[in-house]
């Protein structure tokens, strides 16, 4: 059985502590498929995509501008694109869910233009019980991946029309959501993602909450808060991981969905703990206070900016740099607020402590600051001294920057970076390459100051280390 902590993204998750009513499909398949079901695994994709697909399905939770046309005046048709790939990707994990040994491969078969031929099969040792549980989920996957392919059908046939409306897309969510809501598998797998999600929650922070100085009516609300925002942090790593394989990035917009509808459900739990906060000390309550004002921030600037017409891009430069863009700014404010929370309380509770990729951002971040430094010192000797020094020495620097820590600065600027370095390599005598490096100059400057802003480094001054002289 798979136990939840509190949630207050759903309301049938809010009781706390629940268990499967009646069967847990995941019953007797863990000891054997332990890859299947683990943290990251199949069971915790698949039951991350179907509560993304309900949240994605709510108009309230896409990005959207205010100054934009109404969204009944909208083709919805590159939503729907959207969630007939998401459909596929679950379907797929669905049959992966399935036994090994029994109607995985009829069922996988469907989805194939050619037939796949059966193994042999193996009837595994395993006691009587274990046998039937394994039968009735094989059976509840298979409900559910019929389910999936049964919504797949009305979604490419919505596509068929010329355009979809918002009634076509708001009839295809309720079907789709009521499908779910009939299958245990479905209910099982949702309930398995939310404790997946919540199995990173630092120890530090549990142990917080339960300490003898904790006011008795906010150790449990805190818990919760910090729950609620590591969830949001672990299901933000999927996307962080799309990223890094360069997978398509649109399809990540359900998971935005999703971490929209947390963000604003923790911004109004919060709310209502200030509400009861009857004795609190003033401190805490600003701390809470400061807590829903970045989260409330940073999802505006996410869902209201950043987020908003990914759907129709076409090109994937653009579509990684706003990803990209959404996710550190999500990223960033979960963290935070989870520190600043937690030093409210303990200030010896830090980000390193807290969050280990800190470190490393850190680091990044200290040798990108230094190296923006000399290569703008650099450039304005040059353009300063550009009679005196051969130009190979900074085409040398700039060539070791794009090979190193170009690679710390957010992919939205490493265009201009490179197109920059281009154009002092190819710049032939004074007069083409003055204006070049006087334009890489301001550019530079700029982007230093804007990486000496990264919250990492608030604690950390910088020393301006001076250049060396140029060799003769």
């Not at 199949?42 to 501008?65: K, M, T, Y």
Request: glycine residues 4%; negative net charge.
């Amino acid at each position: 059985m798979v136990s939840v902590l509190m949630s207050t993204n759903n309301s049938s998750d809010k009781e706390g502590m629940e268990r499967a009513e009646s069967l847990d499909v995941t019953a007797g398949r863990s000891s054997s498929s332990p890859e299947i079901f683990r943290d990251g695994g199949p069971a915790h994709e698949l039951g991350l995509w179907l509560r993304a697909l309900d949240s994605f399905c709510q108009v309230r939770n896409h990005p959207a501008n205010p100054d934009q046309t109404n969204d009944m005046a909208r083709d919805w048709a590159s939503e729907a694109r959207i969630a007939r790939r998401v459909l596929l990707r679950a379907i797929q994990l669905a049959h992966s869910l399935l036994n090994p040994y029994g109607a995985q491969d009829d069922a996988l078969s469907e989805l194939e233009e050619t037939p796949v031929a059966k193994p042999a099969v193996v009837t595994p040792i395993a006691s009587i019980d274990t046998d039937i549980l394994a039968d009735a989920a094989d059976r509840s996957f298979l409900r559910l991946a019929e389910a999936l392919k049964d919504a797949l059908a009305v979604c490419d046939t919505l596509l068929e029309k010329p355009a979809v409306n918002l009634h076509s897309w708001a009839s295809f969510g309720k079907m789709l959501t009521r499908q779910l809501e009939l299958l245990e598998a479905a209910k099982a797998l949702k309930r398995a993602e939310q404790h997946y999600s919540t199995a990173r929650l630092q120890d530090a922070l549990v142990a917080l909450t339960r300490r003898d100085t904790m006011p008795v009516a906010l150790g449990p609300d805190l818990l919760i808060i910090f729950t609620e925002l590591a969830r949001l942090l672990r299901r933000l790593e999927f996307i962080e991981d799309a990223l890094k394989r360069d997978q398509p990035l649109k399809q990540t917009l359900p998971l935005f969905s999703l971490i929209h509808e947390g963000g604003r459900s923790l911004v109004e739990f919060i709310e209502g703990c200030i509400a009861r906060a009857d004795k609190l000390d003033q401190t805490i309550i600003d701390a809470l206070d400061v807590t829903t004002y970045a989260i409330t921030m940073e999802l505006r600037k996410v869902y209201t900016k950043e987020l908003v017409g990914v759907s129709e891009l076409r090109q994937a430069p653009p579509i990684y740099a706003r990803v990209e863009i959404a996710h550190g700014l999500l990223k960033n404010c979960f963290e935070q607020s989870t520190i600043g929370l937690a030093q409210s309380f303990d200030p010896a509770l830090t980000g390193a402590r807290l969050f280990d990729s800190l470190q490393v951002k850190l680091e990044q971040s200290i040798a990108l600051r230094r190296d923006l430094w000399l290569l703008l010192q650099l450039i304005q000797r040059a353009e300063k001294e550009r009679d005196q020094h051969p130009i190979s020495q900074l085409v040398d620097s700039l060539s070791a920057f794009h090979d190193g820590s170009l690679h710390y600065l957010m992919y939205k600027d490493w265009e201009a970076c490179e197109r920059f370095i281009e154009e002092v390599s190819a710049a032939r005598g004074a007069i083409e390459l003055t204006p070049v490096l006087h334009r890489f100059g301001a550019y530079l400057e700029t982007l230093f100051n804007q990486v000496s802003m990264r919250t990492v480094l608030t604690d950390y001054a910088f020393d301006y280390p001076a250049l060396e002289n140029p060799q003769n």
